[in-house]
């Protein structure tokens, strides 16, 4: 009965030890999706992720919510599912639309593994009772019910989908590029009513987020990357530092001292393969 019970003792140590390090490794990978995802930056606050940034656009500033693990007023009370409808399909769990200040138009290529890794990292962070700050819009674009006709012209929801055709490493790229990172949400110019300009993707924006010019990152030899090697991109990535030897500023900096200088060596070059591959616009 003794040596059962040694037995019974050993081997729910043994299980809580695997249960412990499982759990650490799912919250390790969801802080790398979480840097990758560039989380940090607009979600700040009076408190980390607390939320109350602002982000001034034409149609009136849109101020980034609490998502600290806070049961009122952040995410807390939110299931994996909520979690997953939020970053799919641009919904709350109250199925209301999210705006697209909300860069769910990009993250809905993410997986639902690492949906739900970033989920499990940040229900692990410190929760903060901070109130969620009202946007402030311009007259009709303050209502929920227009997002739903917007969506229709402007949101493609679902997974990433490889393309057999290109490398692994492209394809990283691309994910890490167009749907992690989200580049293309700043890079690329906008419609009059805020939808993505395809035939201009990446080519850059005079007036991106708070009428900050953004540049053109397509190999376009004059007005663009184009001039940039393999190299040039990956120390960029990992420096911030440009092929002339200057380092990167403004809003950028925070990109690259957020998110970009955290990814591993294989990430850097896929994502520097895959921008090296886009067709070249000329930016205006």
Request: aromatic share 12%; proline share 8%; hydrophobic share 35%.
């Amino acid at each position: 009965m003794k040596k059962l019970s040694l037995l019974l003792l050993l081997q729910g140590l043994l299980f809580s030890n695997f249960s412990v390090s499982a759990d650490r490794a799912l919250v390790e990978r969801g802080r790398y999706i979480f840097d990758a995802a560039g989380c940090g930056a607009c979600h700040a606050g009076a408190k980390p992720l607390a939320g109350g940034r602002p982000i001034d656009t034409p149609f009136g500033t849109f101020y980034a919510p609490n998502i600290t693990p806070d049961k009122k007023f952040g995410i807390g009370a939110w299931s994996e599912e909520d979690f997953i409808r939020a970053l799919r399909y641009g919904k709350s769990p109250k199925n209301q639309n999210y705006f697209p200040s909300f860069p769910y138009t990009s993250y809905t290529g993410m997986t639902r593994r690492d949906m739900l890794d970033l989920y499990a990292y940040l229900m692990k962070q410190p929760a903060y009772p901070i109130k969620n700050r009202p946007h402030d819009l311009q007259g009709i674009f303050k209502s929920r019910a227009m997002v739903s006709q917007w969506k229709i012209a402007n949101f493609r929801k679902g997974p990433f989908k490889p393309d057999r055709s290109k490398s692994k490493g492209w394809n990283r790229g691309a994910y890490l590029a167009n749907v992690l990172g989200h580049c293309g949400e700043c890079h690329t110019p906008r419609g009059v009513l805020g939808g993505m300009i395809q035939s201009r993707f990446m080519a850059g924006d005079r007036k991106g987020p708070g009428g900050i010019p953004v540049p053109n990152i397509t190999p376009d030899k004059n007005t663009g990357i184009g001039d940039w090697k393999l190299h040039d991109l990956y120390n960029f990535f990992g420096r911030g530092v440009k092929p002339d030897g200057s380092f990167v500023t403004g809003p950028m900096a925070e990109v690259f001292g957020g998110s970009s200088k955290h990814l591993t060596m294989d990430d850097k070059m896929a994502m520097a393969t895959y921008l090296r591959s886009l067709p070249p616009i000329r930016g205006d």
